[in-house]
């Protein structure tokens, strides 16, 4: 036992809820991670960020290996205490974002070297170095080291990538050692093919998680093909055990996500989408940059409890836009973090009550009416 444990509390159809335990606190699940990608959620307090119902954040290895550096935050006390949140942090294995961000990449059985995009410095992450990278940060969940190319890729392709993050899941459990307090969870690969999904699956149970991950998606299928291999990959995964949609994603995805068996999901979209003037609300996606707002009195979303609903109206967060004053990413990041931690609870309540598909009934009703009529 790793003293990171779970607890399935009630489930709903193939929906789940239930609570992950660490030392660092509770996560209740469903579970949606803000991701603080440079020791930061942007535009965000952590005390804000916690003030929206958040227990967990997401950190980036590979943007805090470059900068500020892996050694130089665990000298100043590990990732935690550098970014001043308290609760606990998963944090990626590098391995998604190298391919997509670091220059001069070349992929070796061994790992992969690449050129920093940031400042051309040369570096290597492999299954070791990402443990030790992750294990410097402080991070409560690790991640495996993996790789995964981006959907549509040939069959081969997927097949021969997925081994081979199977092979770096075995160094990366070994590497991982004994470490009480922290979990370490593996990332199932296989694209959208289920006969690979499986043997990936396997590979994984025999190895033996903590967690478990659902690797490969949102990388470009498409909402249907996310789904269609979510009515069957998350039941190759132990039941026991949290299962983790990387990378998902819009409300409607996250809501199917978890309709599937899904218990923690990560996205960037709440808090980039409020830095360009975009809010989720429940009655959809509201762009604050229209000129319809200017003399909008009233609330982005009237039922909403966040500091940008109640304090402020549609004609200021337009206003402040238009000006690009920096409130306005504050005040709709707080909104979209907050509009995502309520469809969490909402999603909690209703599976522990066993109106699952009630609640999702509602959900859509109150997006198909859409935002309220323009003044
Ligand atoms: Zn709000």
Known sequence: MTGVTFEL??????????????????????????????????????ESVAATGADILLGNTYHLMLRPGAERIARLGGLHRFMNWEKPILTDSGGFQVMSLADLRKLTEKGVTFRSHVDGSKHELT?????EIQRLLGSDIVMCFDECPALPADRARIEESMRLSMRWAARSKAAFGDRPGHALFGIQQGGLEPDLREESAKALRDIGFDGY?????????????????????????????????????????ILGAVKRGVDMMDC??????????????????????????????????????CPACRNYSRAYLHHVFRAGEMISGMLLTWHNLHYYQELMAGMRAAIAEGRFDAWEGEFHAQRAEGDIAPL
């Open 213 to 253: 991950a659902i690797g490969g998606l949102a990388v470009g299928e498409g909402q249907e093909a996310m789904f269609a291999c979510l009515d069957y990959a998350p039941d190759m995964l132990p039941n026991d055990k949290p299962r983790y949609l990387m990378g998902v994603g819009k409300p409607d995805d």
């Open 127 to 131: 299954p070791e170095r990402s443990m």
């Open 268 to 305: 960037v979209l709440p808090s980039r989408s409020g830095r360009t003037g975009q809010a989720w609300t429940r009655r959809g996606q509201v762009n604050i940059k229209n000129a319809r707002h200017a003399d909008d009195p009233r609330p982005l979303d009237a039922e909403c409890t």
């Open 9 to 46: 509390k009630a489930t709903d159809g193939r929906a789940r809820t239930g609570v992950i335990r660490t030392t660092r606190g509770d996560i209740r699940t469903p579970a949606f991670m803000p991701v603080g990608t440079a020791a930061t959620v942007k535009a965000m307090m952590p």
